[in-house]
């Protein structure tokens, strides 16, 4: 009772669900999620995109909060009550935050320049926004080989930025806890100015028209489905151990499920309502360039950079909503940002508790902040695509099927379902059991077969080999490698000469070397399996006798 009485608590329910909201809710839910929808059916993409919500998104939510809640630990601690030999999973997914910040907040610092930009009587990139983002802010070359440098203005700009964290996190979750009750809002209410005006443009009708049709006959296709979950396993912050970390801040009788609804559900009415802004916008500049909707559509960074501004450069009184646009994706941003940092600290302190709160926050967001220099040399956007696709598609995903292995079947889903009812203001039935003990995994377990196949066909987005073997896979091989080193169980050292034996085995199959592949299999199974359950008898003696 002491250490819970000890840890620190959100000033009330409200507060926790805004933090929680916040993290959820980031720039994917303006720059990723209407171009999803565009590009997978419009309105009939919703159809997958709720049954996700409600067989994944939703129970997972449910799982990390009650996880974090139940044990009053981040998410390492919170795994190792289940069983020691679990910590490690939690680990990785604090692995996940680790690695995403550093390159989270390099697309702030783009953010940031963009707004001081936005500072102008006349937008700089109005006569060409393509070449002002990739040549006057990245100063992009496509060689990831070639690194030329650091771009000296967004070194600036990210260190502003980091700086923000720190002063927002070094306090605690008291601090973030006021904190979170202006910017979250905040981001809302400034892309409500700018549906408001996009509604009244020439062109909105058609392009929220483009956005929601429904081609149904899409629904057939696994691949929209499997777009469905992906979207929404990636908007809601999950397996990356941070809404464990932030329930964990929570008394212990607090809600649990109706929490999680209100989370989910709010992160995605904000994707749907971001929508209606891009693509009323997306209508208007579709007018201006006597084309359609689909032929302006952007996704990812080029939207919020490239056409977006676009389209804000011919408004009248252009710099006051491209201020308003880019002060909405830094608050946006923030909030991610954040909690993915405070998801680390806890992480730390909770292994480290005499250590102080404020110097872990300031020693992580240094180090942190020199990682994440990479990506702001003139090759970074390529690092941070790589980076990016290996983060999601082969640790996030691992994470969370980890979870539900390690809650339904090692603590016991039906244990933890009674659990979470038992605290909270709604129950959840056993839809919820059979989500997490099996359609779940099964559905990111197909995730992870498709994405290996996918890389195993073609280089991605056709970068160098040695670029994604170092950035992709040697960045995966190594988050694995820490998140076992960093526990304390017994047998960590068996768990990293398991992971190592599958990494050897991967290398050679992938290298066209087949044959040792094979020898190094059959070696390590037979002959060093034979050692092993020898050496387990305890002695030659007792081989040889049986007990009496």
């Known amino acids: 009772m002491a250490l819970f009485s000890s840890r620190e608590r959100w000033s009330s329910r409200a507060v926790f ?34 049954v996700a919500l409600l067989t994944a998104g939703i129970p997972l939510m449910i799982l990390e909060f009650g996880l974090g809640q139940k044990m009053q630990a981040g998410a ?13 999973i939690g680990w990785l997914g604090v692995m996940v935050s680790a690695i995403v ?17 936005s500072f102008s009587a006349v937008l700089p990139w109005a006569d060409n926004e393509g070449d002002f983002f990739m040549t006057n802010v990245l100063q992009m070359t496509p060689d990831p080989g070639v690194l030329g440098g ?11 930025c980091w700086i923000i964290i720190f002063l927002i996190l070094y306090k605690g979750v008291g601090r973030v806890g006021k904190i979170v009750k202006w910017t979250v809002p905040l981001p809302v209410i400034l892309l409500l100015i700018l549906l408001v005006r996009g509604l009244t443009l020439d062109g909105a009708a058609e392009g929220v028209t483009h956005y929601l049709t429904a081609d149904f006959s899409v629904l057939r296709n696994p691949s929209v489905w499997l777009a ?27 809600d649990i499920n109706n929490n999680a609804f209100i989370t989910s559900l709010s992160n995605c009415g904000i994707s749907f309502f971001a929508g209606f802004v891009v693509f009323s916008v997306l209508g208007y500049l579709a007018v201006l360039q006597n084309a359609a909707v689909a032929d302006v559509a952007a996704g990812g960074p080029g939207l919020a950079f490239v056409v977006f501004p676009m389209a804000l450069a011919k408004l009248p009184y252009a710099p006051f909503f491209a201020v308003v646009f880019f002060l909405s994706l830094l608050t946006l941003g923030v909030d991610s940002a954040f909690s993915l940092v405070e998801a680390v600290v806890t992480a730390v302190k909770d292994k480290f508790p005499k250590w102080k709160k404020s110097i872990i926050t300031g020693v992580l967001c240094i180090v942190f902040f020199l990682i994440g220099l990479i990506f702001v040399t003139h090759p970074g956007l390529v690092w941070l695509d790589i980076v990016d696709h290996w983060l999601n598609n082969y640790i996030i995903v691992v994470v969370g099927l980890l979870q539900c292995i390690a809650v ?25 059991t059979f989500c997490v003990k099996y359609l779940t995994p099964a559905i990111l377990i197909y995730s992870i077969i ?22 992709g896979w040697g960045m995966t091989v190594v988050a694995y490698v820490l998140a076992i080193l960093f526990m304390k169980d017994k047998y960590k050292v068996w768990l990293l000469a398991k992971l190592l034996w599958v990494v050897a085995l991967v290398v050679l199959v992938a290298t066209g070397h087949s044959a040792w592949a094979m020898f190094f299999f059959g070696v390590t199974v037979f002959y060093v399996g034979l050692v092993y359950f020898v050496w387990r008898t305890g002695s030659v003696k007792s081989f040889l006798k049986f007990k009496k």
């Open 17 to 50: 669900v805004f933090a929680a909201i916040g993290s959820a809710v980031g720039l994917g839910n303006v720059w990723r999620f209407p171009f999803i929808v565009e590009q997978n059916g419009g309105g009939a993409f919703l159809i997958p995109y709720f």
């Open 450 to 471: 498709q994405s290996a196949i996918a890389s195993a066909s073609v280089p991605y987005e056709g970068y160098p080999v040695w670029a994604i073997n170092i950035g």
């Open 76 to 88: 390492p601690g919170s795994l190792a009550k289940i069983k020691k030999s679990l910590e490690w």
């Open 228 to 254: 469905a979950y992906g979207q929404i396993f990636f908007s809601l912050s999950l397996g990356a151990g941070l809404m464990i970390a932030y329930a964990s801040y929570l008394p212990k009788k607090a």
């Open 101 to 117: 910040v550093t390159y989270y907040m390099v697309v702030m610092a783009w953010s940031m320049k963009y707004l001081y930009h």
């Open 408 to 432: 339904g079947y090692y603590y016991g889903a039906e244990k933890f379902r009674d659990y979470v009812n038992d605290v909270s203001d709604v129950k959840v039935g056993k839809w919820w």
């Open 150 to 160: 650091l771009v000296w203005p967004l070194v600036l700009a990210l260190a502003i």
